[in-house]
């Protein structure tokens, strides 16, 4: 851990300086015309954030530091005998702007693996939860009661200098991603399974540890989607509404358990994290719709034109800021054709990714007609019997926790101050909008 600890040293003071610079000669200079539209909708696109750790282009999708997903998954460090990206070298990736070494990797899992103990209390508070409580409630439930250790906030009482705060961010990110599997497994077992979580590896890697824990399916495929799951994941730029939470509240200095925990909260939304779930349904809703029949292309249009015709979205498809098909999905897909073309499920996948696109862009309003993520992962999780689908935002979390954690670390190490946009009221915005 020395060595992340030094990486981020030696760029947390060129950073902040840069900041600074720009903040000093550029402050004034204007990058966007600020319109009624934007006040309005949401902030869409609006370039009023920094975050360090990755960046979406419309076209290419997400690249985290200088990196295409295909080139993560090309370039970073796998698991032995593993075509997959390891999880953890994305992380490294997000918080170093460096590719990581095997060794880097390596040191990074049994870092997490010495950090991973879920105090007794913690699991204890799942227990005292109606069975029926969503997966991503037990699992903001379960950030809260892991607060009361925080060394961010320790530190901060006891009068901690602002050139610390990146230190114990780090420390909490790490017990945090440490921690946040066995969790996740625990909620699993309980709500789903017979309770009992499958006991802790210290000889497998982040994710292949977290498969196991989840105790559905021990075979090494399952393992190595898992790692594919957790890297695709792991961030999505800043703007996003679980990554916003997180760096809004955390401007405040809450710790990175509080912050991510309205993370959490905003994950748990249906226009954001809930969507990977809403899509499986309606894949398995159409797939017993079709009883026997092969899925081609001439039927699954037939039922996008039906869905559409409802007044429904069709679910999986459409971007609000990605203009093609999303590399996430490119990469499930890719992964499918090798581990599972013979799944009934892939197969109608697969004719969803022929008929639809052509669907919508028939129907002319729809500004990417291409799918995402979404409309892929549930598969994959489905095939190796992990079917239970208010469990998959949890899978989400448990990844994303990666990317709001680096950007929380950099965001104390360049100082970045309490958010606080300016709010009017509408007829505020008309008067501006007269006068220009
Ligand atoms: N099916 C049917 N209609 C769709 C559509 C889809 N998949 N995607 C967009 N549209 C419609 C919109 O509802 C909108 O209609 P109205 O003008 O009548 O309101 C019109 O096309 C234009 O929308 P857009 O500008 O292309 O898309 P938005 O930025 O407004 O919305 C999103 C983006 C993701 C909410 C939308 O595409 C959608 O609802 N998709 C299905 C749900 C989904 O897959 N969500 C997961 C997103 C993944 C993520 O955020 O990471």
Redesign the pocket.
């Known amino acids: 851990m020395e060595n992340m600890k030094t990486k981020i040293a030696a760029l947390a003071g060129e950073k902040s300086a840069f900041k600074n610079f720009l903040l000093k000669y550029h402050g004034e200079r204007k990058i966007q015309g600020l319109t009624v539209e934007m006040a309005i909708n949401g902030a869409?696109a609006v370039k009023s954030m920094v975050t360090e750790t990755s960046d979406l282009d419309a076209n290419l999708g997400i690249a985290y530091r200088h990196l295409s997903l295909y080139d993560v998954n090309k370039d970073l460090p796998k698991a032995p005998g593993g075509n997959v990206a390891l999880p953890e070298g994305a992380f490294w990736l997000l918080v170093t702007g460096e590719e990581p070494s095997e060794e880097e990797v390596h040191g990074l899992t049994e870092e997490l693996h010495k950090r991973h103990e879920v105090p007794k209390n913690v699991l204890d508070t799942l227990d005292t939860l109606p069975l029926d409580t969503h997966p991503m409630t037990q699992l903001s439930v379960a950030m809260l009661a892991l607060q009361k250790d925080s060394k961010f906030n320790q530190q901060y009482q006891e009068g901690m200098k602002k050139d610390q705060y990146w230190v114990y961010a780090l420390e909490d990110a790490l017990d945090i991603i440490a921690k946040i599997p066995t969790i996740a497994a625990k909620i699993y077992r309980r709500t789903f399974q017979d309770g009992v979580v499958p006991a802790y590896d210290t000889n497998l890697d982040w994710a292949a540890n977290f498969a196991q824990m989840l105790g559905v399916n021990q075979d090494a495929g399952f393992k190595e989607a898992v790692r594919l799951y957790l890297m695709l994941h792991a961030d999505?730029e800043g703007g996003?509404v679980s990554a916003h939470a997180t760096h809004l509240v955390g401007s405040a200095l809450s710790d990175p358990y509080y912050a991510w925990a309205a993370g959490l909260c905003g994950l748990a939304g249906p226009?954001?994290?809930l969507?990977?779930q809403?899509?499986l349904s309606w894949l398995l809703d159409v797939q017993k719709q079709l009883g026997d029949q092969r899925p081609t292309k001439e039927l699954l249009t037939e039922f996008?034109e039906k869905?559409?015709k409802e007044g429904?979205?069709?679910?999986?498809?459409?971007?609000?800021?990605?203009r093609n098909t999303?590399p996430r999905y490119m990469l499930e897909r890719e992964f499918a054709l090798t581990h599972c073309t013979h799944d009934p499920l892939f197969q109608l996948v697969d004719a969803c990714y022929h008929a639809?696109p052509p669907v919508?862009l028939k129907?002319g309003?729809?500004?990417?007609?291409y799918?995402?993520?979404?409309?892929h992962s549930g598969q994959l999780m489905y095939f190796y019997n992990l079917k239970e689908q208010n469990f998959y935002t949890v899978m989400f979390a448990v990844s994303r926790t990666l990317g709001v954690m680096a950007q929380y670390i950099w965001s104390r190490a360049i100082g970045l101050p309490i958010e606080r946009p300016k709010s009017v009221p509408l007829e505020e915005l008309m008067n501006l909008a007269k006068k220009h």
């Open positions: 869409r999505h996003n226009l954001h994290g969507a990977n809403e899509c996008a869905t559409l429904k979205v069709i679910p999986g498809f459409g971007h609000a800021v990605l999303d639809i919508l129907q309003k729809v500004k990417n007609p799918p995402n993520v979404d409309a």
